[in-house]
């Protein structure tokens, strides 16, 4: 038999799968990859079925159906003031997707990425496989601030593009608007593009608006914005997303595009197209995430666990060393799920390197309130049992 290629034989599994995988295995409430349990609002549902029996199921142009490329443009101008056409909109299977393609039209091999840690774990292996070359840049705990210094000395030369994630995941964090002027500024005095995820722009628990960069001075020739419906609605396995940029560097993002998913199932395009023109079905959801986070968040700090702060995302962030559990953040996590039945993630799973944070554990409470409490009760017990074995 021919050796696979050897990129992906090394690669280890996802900490998203893993974590998951074990969660089925000993009946675990998961609360370590990021989905709500809850079906999508209903209204979505009952459009994508209304589509499914009125429209085509035949493939749709490559880079959207032209009511959601609109959709969207829209959704951006209302929510966020920016002012799109369908021309900077493409349509992708799903955020990850969508990170691909922008990796692969803008870094060519040899090219130099600047990642920001934590960060999603697709950011690195994406910008590898192109021949490009990931280039760290630690966020600290527990603010997670963007360091000027430390980001100049990370730029070389051969510094192509910088990846971004606001909202940050696992933080919760929203950069200000000081945060936004100098990675900008940086950007522009530097010749950089820079690929903006902005998937949790919705999922804010402040009251604040989303700002993204592609709105800073000098940024919109620049940048590459991307979205996901999935998690503006909680329907995760839809696996809608899209990329937004200046028209010439969205036409170069599309031809990448197209050789990797190609399209999306068009039911759920005009179904995501009908959600997005619903403020009030947008809203409603964030305010049912809110109530759940506030169960878990509450439940935590009640029983003595230190929960970091932040303001968006799904995830909420246990300091473990603050709340006296001296033990490292994989070992908690395969512990729990083990012996308490509760699934997490280990935020240094999210850091390449040996500087990583090794005490701070990610939590998703987009989960009803019984199975979060239920959850609760569980990590409860289970560290109250750390204490005998003292």
């Known amino acids: 038999m021919h050796a696979l290629n050897p990129v992906y034989t090394a690669l280890p599994t996802t900490i998203f799968e893993h974590m998951s995988g074990l969660a089925r295995e000993y009946g675990a409430i998961n609360l370590g990859q990021g989905f709500p349990d809850a079906p999508p609002p209903a209204a979505l549902s009952a459009a994508v079925a209304r589509a499914m029996a009125e429209r085509s199921h035949h493939y749709p142009p490559m880079?959207?159906?032209?009511?959601?490329?609109?959709?969207?443009?829209?959704?951006?101008?209302?929510?966020?003031?920016?002012?799109?056409?369908?021309?900077?909109?493409?349509?992708?299977?799903?955020a990850t997707e969508a990170v691909a393609a922008a990796v692969l039209g803008v870094v060519s091999p040899g090219d130099e990425v600047l990642l920001f840690q934590p960060a999603y774990d697709a950011y690195a292996p994406l910008v590898r496989r192109v021949g490009g070359v990931p280039v760290f840049v630690p966020l600290m705990p527990p603010h997670w601030a963007y360091d000027r210094d430390a980001i100049v000395a990370a730029i070389t030369p051969k510094t192509r593009a910088m990846i971004v994630n606001d909202p940050l995941n696992p933080a919760g964090t929203v950069m200000d608007a000081a945060q936004r002027a100098m990675l900008s500024q940086i950007a522009v005095t530097h010749d950089l593009f820079v690929i903006c995820d902005e998937v949790w722009e919705t999922v804010r628990f402040d009251g604040g608006t989303h700002v993204s960069l592609l709105a800073e001075p000098g940024m919109a020739t620049r940048t590459v914005k991307i979205g996901s419906a999935g998690k503006i609605f909680g329907a995760t396995g839809w696996k809608v997303g899209w990329m937004i940029a200046a028209p010439e560097v969205a036409a170069v993002l599309a031809k990448a595009h197209q050789f990797l998913t190609f399209t999306t199932p068009p039911m759920l395009q005009w179904a995501?197209?009908?959600?997005?023109?619903?403020?009030?079905?947008?809203?409603?959801?964030?305010?049912?995430?809110?109530?759940?986070?506030?169960?878990?968040?509450?439940?935590?700090?009640?029983?003595?666990?230190?929960?970091?702060?932040?303001?968006?995302?799904?995830?909420?962030?246990?300091?473990?060393?603050?709340?006296?559990?001296?033990?490292?953040?994989?070992?908690?996590?395969?512990?729990?799920?083990?012996?308490?039945?509760?699934?997490?993630?280990?935020?240094?799973?999210?850091?390449?390197?040996?500087?990583?944070?090794?005490?701070?554990?990610?939590?998703?409470?987009?989960?009803?309130?019984?199975?979060?409490?239920?959850?609760?009760?569980?990590?409860?017990?289970?560290?109250?049992?750390?204490?005998?074995?003292?």
């Open 63 to 94: 880079v959207g159906i032209p009511e959601l490329r609109d959709a969207i443009a829209a959704f951006y101008q209302r929510r966020q003031g920016l002012d799109l056409t369908r021309d900077q909109v493409i349509v992708t299977s799903g």
């Open 272 to 390: 995501i197209a009908e959600g997005l023109a619903d403020d009030a079905l947008i809203d409603g959801q964030v305010a049912d995430w809110a109530s759940t986070r506030a169960v878990l968040g509450d439940g935590l700090r009640a029983n003595g666990f230190a929960v970091l702060p932040g303001v968006a995302t799904w995830f909420s962030c246990i300091d473990l060393a603050a709340s006296g559990i001296a033990i490292d953040d994989r070992t908690v996590a395969e512990r729990l799920v083990r012996e308490a039945g509760v699934a997490s993630i280990p935020l240094s799973a999210l850091w390449e390197g040996d500087d990583a944070p090794r005490h701070i554990l990610r939590l998703c409470h987009s989960k009803p309130a019984a199975m979060l409490q239920d959850a609760l009760a569980r990590i409860v017990r289970w560290r109250d049992g750390l204490r005998g074995e003292d």
